[in-house]
């Protein structure tokens, strides 16, 4: 670590790591005090964490599971503007 607090990640690390330019960590300190975990995270947009809630991704989950045991059902715009319209959007 130099003198302003950065650390340099070997790049052999780096690499296997998939690090590219730059990069954002999560640190915690290891109980006992006596070490670190820096965790590879991607900052969003406070506005897109919505994505990211637990409801979210079971939906998004559910949905992909449809999918693949082809319970799917194509509509035209007009049926999803209809559709939407029901739902008062």
Excluded: C
């Amino acid at each position: 670590m130099n003198k302003t607090g950065r650390i340099t990640l070997p790049a052999s690390l780096r690499k296997k790591l998939r690090l590219e330019g730059e990069a954002e960590f999560e640190v915690e300190q290891l109980e006992g005090g006596d070490g670190l975990v820096l965790r590879p995270v991607i900052a969003i947009r406070r506005e897109d964490t919505w994505a990211y809630t637990p409801e979210h991704l079971a939906r998004l989950r559910k949905a992909h599971e449809d999918s693949r045991a082809g319970r799917v059902r194509q509509v035209t715009e007009e049926e999803l503007d209809r559709l939407l319209e029901g739902r008062g959007e």
